[in-house]
């Protein structure tokens, strides 16, 4: 069977390629693709070329980002986090998988992928496959919401309504939280207030900060989740947050930190500011030993499986892989009525 994959040659040069297939070895599954998700926030930065990762080495010893030692970081080869496929082949020594079988999983915008049968989870019955893209953007999001050590009643400010966004905003009201959702595009808001938003704010219209002031008695936001990786929203979600309240600064943050200015509510209110991400043992501050990676996405895909969450409204565009340049393109522009987009193989 040929394969196919997704290439970046360089900022906003992207296309699909042939490749060779991988051969299955010991205890893996080969997986043929169905449906690919694109994350509008770390996938656009490696299309832009604003990733710290194409200019800078990650030293995993040391946790740090250093000068980068090889040369040009591109072309970066099958990219992509959101994927959905269905076993073709499994391994002899392989136990409790079969061809036919559906799976979800992290194996990039390719046709068909060879891994380690622990990395294809199996969907829950009754699931809508197309409905599976969504476990690791929902994983990114409920790693924001427990960051927040979020409690019944608490007014909570989550920014940005994006996918991850309203995904946080569905998540802290299922948590018990009274959600007021910030973003600058109707649309996004809309979606919001269906998915149970309290209140929505339009930031072109007015103070987001103001409006969780006045929301919660004068108090201002007992947490604030950042979901846009905007500097200003971050800034803005700091001045609405209560004396001595935690902002989770859970986006993708590009470049210098204009708009950030800690010296005024961050440094007069005493905030905690906090970072979730979704990688790594302990994903959500406070949470070691008992919430893992794994265990968070399995707990975003329980929650889709009964009904609680319901991530299809959120897919705008399903389109043809071999269409994957203007699916990049169409989400650089940033247009309010765009969420999901999905690649079909």
């Not at 002899?92 to 559906?102: E, F, S």
Request: with cysteine.
């Amino acid at each position: 069977m040929s394969n196919w994959v997704v290439s970046l040659a360089g900022p906003r040069h992207v296309r699909l390629e042939p490749c060779p297939a991988d051969r299955l070895g010991p205890g893996q599954v080969r997986v043929r693709t169905h449906y690919s998700g694109i994350s509008a926030g770390t996938e656009l930065t490696l299309y832009r070329g604003s990733n710290p990762r194409l200019r800078k080495d990650w030293d995993a010893g040391t946790r740090m980002f250093v000068p980068r030692q090889a040369g040009s970081a591109y072309p970066v080869v099958g990219f992509g986090y959101e994927e959905v496929g269905e076993i073709v082949e499994v391994a002899p020594d392989v136990a409790g998988r079969r061809p036919g079988q559906l799976v979800w999983g992290i194996w990039g915008h390719r046709a068909e992928a060879v891994l380690p049968a622990a990395a294809a989870h199996s969907l829950p019955p009754g699931i809508d496959p197309l409905a599976a893209v969504f476990a690791r953007p929902g994983a990114i999001a409920l790693t924001a919401v427990l960051a927040g050590d979020l409690h019944l009643g608490d007014w909570v400010g989550v920014f940005g309504q994006g996918v991850i966004g309203l995904l946080g905003t569905r998540l802290a009201v299922l948590s018990g939280a009274r959600v007021v959702a910030v973003d600058r595009m109707p649309g996004r808001l809309a979606h919001a207030t269906g998915l149970g938003a309290r209140r929505t704010v339009d930031a072109a219209a007015e103070s987001p900060a103001a409006a969780l002031r006045a929301e919660s008695g004068g108090r201002g936001a007992d947490v604030c989740l950042e979901l846009s990786g905007s500097y200003p929203a971050l800034h803005e979600a700091i001045r609405a947050t209560a004396h001595a309240g935690r902002v989770v600064a859970a986006g993708f943050y590009q470049g210098c930190a204009h708009g950030l200015e800690l010296g005024e509510e961050f440094h007069h209110n005493r905030i905690q500011l906090v970072a979730a991400q979704v990688s790594g043992p302990d994903p959500a501050p406070g949470t070691a030993g008992r919430w893992s990676g794994t265990r968070i996405a399995d707990t975003f895909m329980d929650l889709v499986a009964e009904g609680s969450v319901d991530p299809l409204p959120l897919v705008s565009h399903v389109v043809d892989a071999g269409a994957v340049a203007d699916a990049l393109a169409l989400l650089d522009r940033g247009d309010g009525d765009v969420l999901q987009v999905v690649l079909r193989f």
